[in-house]
């Protein structure tokens, strides 16, 4: 189990065991801040696609999402410079949240280029803006960071297998938007 993990992170991710997380003895395929983007963004596209049922995007993103993007930009950018620098040790709960954060303000354009490139005749509408889906959708950074360590303690080393889904998925939805743009 742990082989197969590993494997598909390989070239996504160092991998490094001191900057991973393991539960039961298995490793996840990747470290603790890719396993926040990608925990983070696949959580922040699901409550997306409830909250808007597939609608198109219309106009500039609005200002609470703008903010939080360039918040999380911020903090990815210190925790990783800082670290890299020898200024202090980083940590893998503080890798996690930036990286997480990241995969949440990620969301926001893979959601309007998916529906854009595979939804035709979609009611417009402009997401996030309405302070309650703003909150809904920030939820997601909590549930993420509670989703890693649940999924650990619950699936001991069967969470590996399901940041393995996560890495999946979201190539796969990769894919799907490129297939969109080309047809």
């Known amino acids: 189990m742990e082989r197969l993990s590993l494997i598909v992170g390989t070239f996504l991710c160092h991998q490094l065991p001191e900057r991973s997380f393991a539960f039961g003895g298995v490793q996840f395929p990747v470290c603790a801040r890719c396993t926040g983007m990608?925990?983070?963004l696949i959580l922040a596209l699901i409550i997306l696609f409830v909250?808007?049922?597939?609608?198109?995007?219309?106009?500039w993103p609005s200002l609470p999402y703008l903010t939080f993007a360039v918040i999380a930009v911020i903090a990815i950018v210190l925790d990783w410079t800082t670290t890299f620098l020898g200024l202090r040790s980083g940590s893998n709960e503080l890798?996690?949240?930036?990286?997480?954060m990241l995969g949440v303000a990620l969301s926001y354009?893979?959601?309007?280029?998916?529906?854009?490139s595979l939804?035709?005749?979609s009611v417009r509408e402009r997401p996030l803006v309405a302070l309650r889906d703003v909150l809904l959708w920030l939820a997601a950074v909590?549930?993420?960071?509670?989703?890693?360590y649940l999924s650990g303690l619950v699936l001991g080393p069967f969470a590996a297998l399901v940041q393995v889904a996560f890495i999946l998925v979201t190539f796969?939805?990769?894919?799907a938007i490129l297939i969109g743009l080309f047809l």
């Not at 354009?109 to 854009?116: G, K």
């Not at 909590?142 to 890693?148: G, K, M, N, Q, R």
């Open 109 to 116: 354009p893979i959601y309007t280029m998916l529906v854009d």
């Open 119 to 121: 939804v035709k005749n």
């Open 142 to 148: 909590p549930a993420a960071l509670a989703w890693v």
């Open 172 to 175: 796969g939805l990769l894919i």
């Open 38 to 40: 990608y925990t983070g």
């Open 95 to 100: 890798r996690l949240l930036t990286g997480t």
């Open 51 to 59: 909250l808007y049922r597939g609608a198109q995007r219309c106009g």
